[in-house]
T-cell receptor, first 109, second 114 residues
Framework: GIQVEQSPPDLILQEGANSTLRCNFS?????LQWFHQNPWGQLINLFY???GTKQNGRLSATTVATERYSLLYISSSQTTDSGVYFC???????????FGEGTQLTVNP | GAGVSQTPSNKVTEKGKYVELRCDPI?????LYWYRQSLGQGPEFLIY????????DSGLPNDRFFAVRPEGSVSTLKIQRTERGDSAVYLC????????????FGDGTRLSIL
């Protein structure tokens, strides 16, 4: 099956800093989603981005499907951004999402 | 509008018991998925329904796990003879009809087997 690798595994920032999270995947995909899992365990949809670039407030994402990677940018980080960020992809032949191991982000005040 | 609803939010039971977990998808969503998330890991796929039928059940770990969606809306995940290793958060997601649609997740059921 498809492999999904996220980096870095852990990231500690001071409030106001910017960061870039990376997701590499091993095969062609028809769906790529970024999620934020908050400390209460809720999985929040951030982006549906199988290709191209999208922006939503302080967050933006870019997927380069031909090179099999996606980037999530967080600008002017806030303590409420803390949690685990997951990248999940769906192979072109299927419907299930395969998740990476996540990036644990801690934003300190 | 309402999101994906899962009940109960927490379930504690003894080893060997039978449990049922319920998922109510977003209204009108034809696809429904179950995932399981163990501590410190990403969610892992269990089963996918398109309408009433299980289109892909290859993620179910063994025959103690079974899921149904009799009317193409609400789904129930059933676990027989529970084991301590079944303890995890069980997540349900739904997506609209059509190819390549984003999946929307519920808050999950935290299952603890004592």
């Amino acid at each position: 099956g498809i492999q999904v690798e996220q980096s870095p595994p852990d990231l500690i920032l001071q409030e106001g800093a910017n960061s870039t999270l990376r997701c590499n995947f091993s095969d062609s995909v028809n769906n790529l989603q970024w999620f934020h899992q908050n400390p209460w365990g809720q999985l929040i949809n951030l982006f549906y981005i199988p290709s191209g670039t999208k922006q939503n407030g302080r967050l933006s994402a870019t997927t380069v499907a031909t090179e099999r990677y996606s980037l999530l940018y967080i600008s002017s980080s806030q303590t409420t951004d803390s949690g685990v960020y997951f990248c999940a992809v769906c192979e072109t032949s299927g419907s299930r999402l395969t998740f990476g191991e996540g990036t644990q982000l801690t934003v300190n005040p | 509008g309402a999101g994906v609803s899962q009940t109960p939010s927490n379930k504690v039971t003894e080893k060997g018991k039978y449990v049922e977990l319920r998922c109510d998808p977003i209204s009108g969503h034809t696809a429904l998925y179950w995932y399981r998330q163990s501590l410190g890991q990403g969610p892992e796929f269990l089963i996918y329904f398109q309408g009433t039928g299980a289109a892909d059940d290859s993620g179910l770990p063994n025959d103690r796990f079974f899921a149904v969606r009799p009317e193409g809306s609400v789904s129930t995940l059933k676990i027989q003879r529970t084991e301590r290793g079944d303890s995890a958060v069980y997540l349900c997601a739904s997506s609209p009809e059509g190819d390549y649609q984003p999946q929307h997740f519920g808050d999950g059921t935290r299952l603890s087997i004592l």
